[in-house]
């Protein structure tokens, strides 16, 4: 079945780095994929739509200069969290469907730890 | 807009125990529903769907019937197990273009031996 694969799944880095996360879509294409952020106990939030060949689309009160969003292939979206804080921390995960309606496939997220 | 409320968890069962989650939603159209399910520490996986009214959804023992005439997309599983110790996530998407999935809040279950 649809797979998607995300990567890294844990970070541990010093406040003020950047870092990338990717979510590849392993047998599939997908024009769209999603960006969402859980916060502990707590359910997902959307942060963005990414979608390929063109700008991200970010929910309201998500900075977008803040969390870069890149698609560049149908395969492949990344978010890049720019000068990251402890504030940034929490666990960031994407999906993507293989078709329109199609039941969203999960990474398996990234625990990101900002010290 | 569309939402997805779910009942409030955390939800204490003992093992073999029949379980229900409550799930209700709002759409402004004709939705697919959802039910994933998280792991400690892991990402969401599909449990089941159901597409269109009077459609179950159903795997590894988990049900859930889509009624339009309620909204509902009720969880159940007749007797639970320490393994499905997880956080249950109701959802819906909108079957227009590709939008994102409108989830409910969790429902953390745990299953105790």
């Known amino acids: 079945g649809a797979v998607v694969s995300q990567h890294p799944s844990r970070v541990i880095c010093k406040s003020g780095t950047s870092v990338k996360i990717e979510c590849r879509s392993l047998?599939?294409?997908?024009?769209?994929m999603f960006w969402y952020r859980q916060f502990p106990k707590k359910s997902l939030m959307l942060m963005a739509t990414?979608?390929?060949?063109?700008?991200?689309?970010?929910e309201q009160g998500v900075e977008k200069d803040k969390f870069l969003i890149n698609h560049a292939s149908l395969t492949l979206s990344t978010l890049t969290v720019t000068s990251a804080h402890p504030e940034d921390s929490s666990f960031y995960i994407c999906s993507a469907s293989p078709d329109t309606g199609q039941p969203q496939h999960f990474g398996d997220g990234t625990r990101l730890s900002i010290l | 807009g569309d939402s997805v409320t779910q009942m409030e968890g955390p939800v204490t069962l003992s093992e073999e125990a029949f379980l229900t989650i409550n799930c209700t939603y709002t759409a402004t159209g004709y939705p697919s529903l959802f039910w994933y399910v998280q792991y400690p520490g892991e990402g969401l996986q599909l449990l089941l769907k159901a597409t269109k009214a009077d459609d179950k959804g159903s795997n590894k023992g988990f049900e859930a019937t889509y009624r339009k005439e309620t909204t509902s997309f009720h969880l159940e599983k007749g007797s639970v197990q320490v393994s499905d110790s997880a956080v249950y996530f109701c959802a819906l998407i909108i079957n227009s273009g590709n939008t994102p999935l409108v989830f409910g809040k969790g429902t953390r279950l745990s299953v105790i031996a």
């Open positions: 047998d599939f294409q997908a024009t769209t």
């Open positions: 990414s979608n390929e060949g063109s700008k991200a689309t970010y």
